[in-house]
């Protein structure tokens, strides 16, 4: 088994990254498998300096570990999204010559615009095709025009349900053509959209099982597409649930939902925190401290909560002591 754990350094690790990051390094070691830790910087724009070291070491301090990253090496280098460039290039190639994919110059407007005409049937701005005659040669140059394009690249979806068996939320079906549409591959400035980039660079490093938040199982099926378009092996799934503030949304600020680097400076223990987290996954007792290596021989994916937790200002309380 070889799982991964993937943030992007965009801001603080809070107490659902560090969930995920948990579920997923008891995964891998309770199977006796290896951990990559693959940083996800190609959203520039977001990126913040020293971030990313910042992140690493909140997960060290935790008693998380990793075999191969961007601070240990290994054979499957670089570790950085945005230093993988060429190998995006290539899978572009790839679906161009096979005619999978197509220039796309509408804004968010004209695709929202669509998806609310009287035609529409669907809620959401699903994309319609709108741009779907103007393929793309492969041979043309412009293909790889990185920061000097002005259209996205799109991956063709054609009809049918895609289906995969989720280790923790069993059978899953999407119809991604009904659902999203064509899907872009490539980003207007010419950098590689999340959907493509995962994809790679998950085969690239030989992942087998890919743990995550609940909220990426929909974009399972587009990227299962794209593994078939290319002719990679698939990995198998384990999407954990999030959680969420009292009024069901994603834990924010708002919500007051700390940081590691907040609890480490309010003095709160790794093993507290620790602890909290397994205890709302049901592998430790409440209020109990432990460390990720204790969990180990605890750690069954049948143990795992299928729907989101709801962190109350009590549970935080309780976790800041």
Known sequence: MRGRFAPSPTGALHVGNARTALLAWLHARA?????????????????????????????????????????????????????????????LRALAARGLLFE?????????????????????PRYRGICRARAVDASVPSLMAHGRSRVALRFRV?????????LLQGRCCFEPAEE???????????????????????????ITHVVRGG??????????????????PEPRFLHVPLMLGADGER?????GAVSLGELRARGVPAERIVGWLAATCGL?????????RELVPRFSVDRLPRTATVVTDGMLRGLMG
């Open 158 to 166: 054609e009809p049918g349900e895609v289906c995969f068996d989720d």
């Open 215 to 232: 909220d990426l199982l929909s974009s399972t099926a587009r990227q299962l597409l794209l593994y078939r378009a290319l002719g990679l």
């Open 104 to 124: 796309c110059a509408c804004s968010r407007k004209d695709i929202a615009a669509a998806a609310s005409a009287p035609h529409a049937g669907e809620e959401g």
């Open 180 to 206: 999203t549409g064509d899907f872009v591959a490539r980003r207007k400035d010419g950098t590689a959209a999340y959907q493509l980039a995962v994809v790679v660079d998950d085969a690239a490093m030989g």
């Open 251 to 255: 834990l924010a600020k708002r919500h």
């Open 284 to 292: 430790a007792a409440e209020g109990e401290r432990v460390s990720p």
């Open 31 to 91: 199977a006796g498998g290896a951990l990559v830790m693959r940083v996800e910087d190609l959203d520039v724009g977001r990126v913040r300096a020293g971030v990313m070291e910042t992140q690493l070491d909140e997960l060290r301090w935790l008693g998380l570990d990793w075999d191969e990253g961007p601070d240990v090496g290994g054979p499957h280098p670089p570790y950085l999204q945005s230093a993988r460039t060429e190998l995006y290039d290539q899978a």
